[in-house]
């Protein structure tokens, strides 16, 4: 992959972040001022349960971050501007440490036979790139629909530093306090 070709990839990844934020806005805006009242009814068995959110959440953003973040920061909203605050940094702990678990098993991955034999010499033709470009490919997924826990995962197996993944990784705190201030002041 050429420098060109790098940048072009992080310039539609970041495109596609900042459209799928607006849709997501919008969408939320959309459902709050058009939707049937059932359909709160029939979320709340789920949303009146903070801890039943944080377990969602960090399944998601631990096995493949299907679900966006956004979702979860919309639902912390919260009048008191304490506990939102609260939600989102608890939010942000927990990507963060499902980063760190993804980075952990692609490690143990990595050891593994199978991936050895298979997996290992596909993912070796793109490790120089990736120590090259990792730490913007780790920040880009931290901001944008690149799956964050697959990057980590990916990071692990390929033994990128774990000081320098760690730091990258940290950009997900910083996603969270920027996406949350938008959220709270536009809705």
Excluded: H
């Excluded at 058009?34 to 029939?42: A, K």
């Excluded at 799956?147 to 993944?165: D, E, H, M, R, W």
């Amino acid at each position: 992959m050429s420098d060109t070709q790098f940048k072009k990839f992080l310039l539609t990844n970041l495109v596609k972040g900042l459209l799928g934020f607006a849709l997501i806005i919008a969408a939320v805006i959309f459902f709050r001022k058009y939707s049937p009242e059932g359909v709160e009814t029939y979320l709340e068995p789920f949303t009146s349960r903070p801890l039943l959110m944080f377990l969602i959440f960090f399944t998601s953003e631990t096995i493949i971050g299907i679900i966006p973040p956004e979702f979860f920061i919309v639902w912390s909203l919260d009048d008191n501007i304490l506990k939102f605050i609260s939600y989102v940094l608890l939010l942000s702990v927990l990507s963060f440490s499902g980063a760190v678990l993804n980075y952990g098993a692609g490690r143990v991955i990595n050891k593994n036979l199978y991936f050895q034999k298979f997996a290992r010499g596909t993912m070796e033709k793109y490790a120089p790139y990736y120590y090259k470009w990792g730490g913007w490919v780790i920040v880009m997924a931290s901001f944008t629909p690149i799956p964050y826990a697959t990057i980590s995962l990916v990071s692990g197996a390929l033994n990128y530093p774990v000081k320098s993944f760690f730091i990258y990784a940290l950009s997900r705190f910083l996603r969270f306090g920027i996406y949350s201030w938008i959220i709270f002041n536009t809705l």
